[in-house]
């Protein structure tokens, strides 16, 4: 009896195992939206490293494999991944990841992008067509992204759509509550000015009431000058500003150059989970 029991057992497992649906998400953020959303019934794949520049990300033949087997697929749709993410698709030949389909979830459907440029030059730099792609750093947008997810698990794993549902529920609840907490904690800091490496908060400015307008970039994806770092830091002394954003694959001691002459202090920000130790999911606790 216990034999058949353990044949039962091993059985049922290897069937819950191959229930579970593939996803793939390209940025750590999404993924841990996934996983919030997806629990215990997705296998997850995330592409690019949470230390590493999402605009430049090493392309693995594992990525291909990756993207084949998988039926659902989460992307900024915001060109964020342009420059590494097409040619993968191209030779995963994955039709269910084709846009407009089921499996595929483009994070910034619905969201009204900021800073679209009017005009768009290569003397802008690393400007985005589209808008500034780096919305997941708002809470408000993370729950309309993991709603997106939820809907797009749900219709390609009917059977478990009310698990996907009760997560976005669980996992909206969790953001209500924090972001009390989070608007209690920003509130002394409310128009104040911060500089940031890199152009990749000003959703996270609009929704806390921070000024985050210069950048030790002069144009983005464009390596500070000294000419540009002199300018930036006489704007710092004019204006006081005593804060300088750095993430973890921006280079950090041109950031300490700068707070050394200005007084600041360097503040390293991680745009995403597992950036930075303490970091590991969206919210953690």
Do not use: C
């Amino acid at each position: 009896m216990k034999r058949i029991l353990l044949i039962l057992s091993v059985f049922l497992s290897t069937l819950s195992a191959e229930a579970k649906i593939n996803v793939v998400a390209t940025l750590p953020d999404f993924g841990s939206l996934a996983r919030e959303i997806g629990g215990d019934n997705i296998n997850l794949t995330v592409l690019a490293k949470p230390t590493e520049d999402p605009h430049f990300v090493d392309a693995r033949p594992s990525f291909v494999v990756a993207l084949r087997s998988a039926d659902v697929l989460i992307d900024g749709g915001a060109e964020l991944e342009l420059g590494w993410l097409p040619p993968l698709l191209q030779n995963a030949r994955n039709a269910k990841l084709d846009a407009g389909k089921p499996g595929r979830v483009q994070a910034s459907q619905g969201i009204r992008l900021m800073e679209v440029p009017a005009n768009l030059t290569r003397a802008a730099g690393d400007v985005h067509a589209l808008g500034n792609p780096h919305f997941t750093v708002d809470p408000i947008i993370a729950k309309a992204i993991a709603q997106h997810i939820a809907q797009a698990l749900s219709a390609v794993d009917p059977s478990n759509a009310a698990t996907y549902e009760a997560n976005y529920k669980k996992f909206e609840a969790t953001i209500n509550a924090k972001l009390q907490e989070w608007g209690a904690v920003m509130l002394p800091f409310k128009g104040q000015h911060v500089v940031a490496y890199h152009d990749s908060w000003p959703y996270f400015g609009h929704r806390f009431g921070l000024n985050i307008e210069i950048f030790l970039e002069p144009k983005p994806g464009i390596p500070p000058s000294p000419s540009h770092l002199a300018e930036v830091i006489g704007q710092m002394k004019a204006q006081k500003i005593k804060a300088i954003i750095v993430e973890p694959y921006h280079d950090r001691k041109i950031a300490e150059r700068v707070a050394d002459a200005t007084g600041a202090k360097v503040v390293d920000f991680a745009q995403y989970p597992g950036g930075l130790p303490g970091t590991e999911t969206y919210v953690t606790p």
